[in-house]
């Protein structure tokens, strides 16, 4: 089995060697999507490369392959790897140039596919919850954009481990937004709380399949920001993201939470779909 499959700008290279002037490199000139496969498909990848469109399209940079050609190098990527499980780390940056605030007219993006084996989290995490802490969102205003401008989430997990945490729930203007990596969920009573969808989070690909269950399942999903104060009130709460599936949260900060049904229910549900997709079982908890 192959490491690590690398795809750069144009043809699959045997080390990941890039060009140090780069706009990514430089500015953080770009945006990137993870995403996940098993047996050698892809999870929701029409999903993915939606919202890499909408992406560049908000930066005005041009894809620089077809879709087509990226379907052809993920499946590529997966056939080399030989891997069961597998993630697929998608960078579009704005080109190489010379350091310049102003890109140059003319200058072509430039793409790198990185394919590796993922280990999906212990199950003995995905079965008991994580702890979150509390930290400020000091994100820039077009979190639905995803940029590779990730340092406030970087700092976000720093401190969390630095406090013995997971990871870290963002707040802003009193209310929470999203964790460093994931979609955040409430749960009181019946229903399930989350950010409504706009600049403030990242329009997630989980987060959507989450509603699509709960909605199946006759669970009511109220898309409205949830206060600090009212962190008290949960009953339960979870993550939801590429990387985390649907993951419990047992604490934020002093806050206890319940392990709720609804959390084990959704987890479940989840699973199923991936099983469905993949036409194999993942190493997850007992459905
Ligand atoms: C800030 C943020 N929110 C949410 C998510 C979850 O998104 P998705 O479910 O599409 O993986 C991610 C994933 O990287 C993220 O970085």
């Known amino acids: 089995m192959n490491k690590r499959v690398y795809f750069i700008d144009g043809s ?20 990137y ?20 469109q909408h992406g560049l399209n908000e930066l005005q ?11 052809e190098i993920i499946y590529k990527s997966l056939k080399k790897l030989k891997a069961k499980e597998a993630a697929i780390y998608i960078q579009i940056t704005r080109g190489k140039e010379p350091r310049s605030h102003l890109p140059r007219k003319g200058t072509k993006p430039s793409i790198i596919v990185i394919t590796s084996k993922f280990r999906p989290l212990p199950l003995e995490l995905l079965s008991r ?16 954009i995803k940029t590779t401008m990730l340092l406030p989430n970087v700092l976000g997990k720093i401190e969390s481990k630095k406090k013995g945490y997971f990871d870290a729930l963002f707040y802003k203007n009193n209310f929470v937004t999203e964790s460093t990596s994931s979609s955040f969920f409430g749960i009181i009573g019946q229903t399930l709380l989350t950010h409504p969808k706009d600049h403030n989070i990242l329009p997630a690909i989980t987060r959507e399949k989450v509603i699509s269950i709960a909605v199946k399942l006759n669970i ?44 084990t229910l959704i987890q479940k549900e989840y699973y199923r779909l991936l099983d469905e997709i993949s036409g194999g079982s993942g190493k997850h908890i007992s459905l």
């Open 12 to 31: 699959f290279k045997r080390k990941p060697l890039a060009s140090i002037e780069d706009r990514g490199f430089f500015f953080a000139d770009s945006v």
């Open 33 to 52: 999507e993870v995403i996940r496969a098993r047996n050698g498909i892809p999870f929701f990848l029409e999903e993915h490369i939606t919202r890499l």
């Open 61 to 71: 940079i041009k894809m620089p392959i077809s879709e087509e050609n990226l379907r």
């Open 129 to 144: 919850g994580v702890d979150l802490i509390l930290y400020p969102d000091i994100r820039w205003g077009r979190c639905d």
């Open 220 to 263: 009511k999903v109220e898309e409205k920001p949830i206060s600090i104060e009212s962190l008290n009130d949960l009953e339960g709460a979870f993550l939801a993201g590429t990387t985390y599936d649907i993951l419990p949260v047992k604490k934020i900060e002093n806050i206890i939470l319940p392990l709720n049904p609804i959390s």
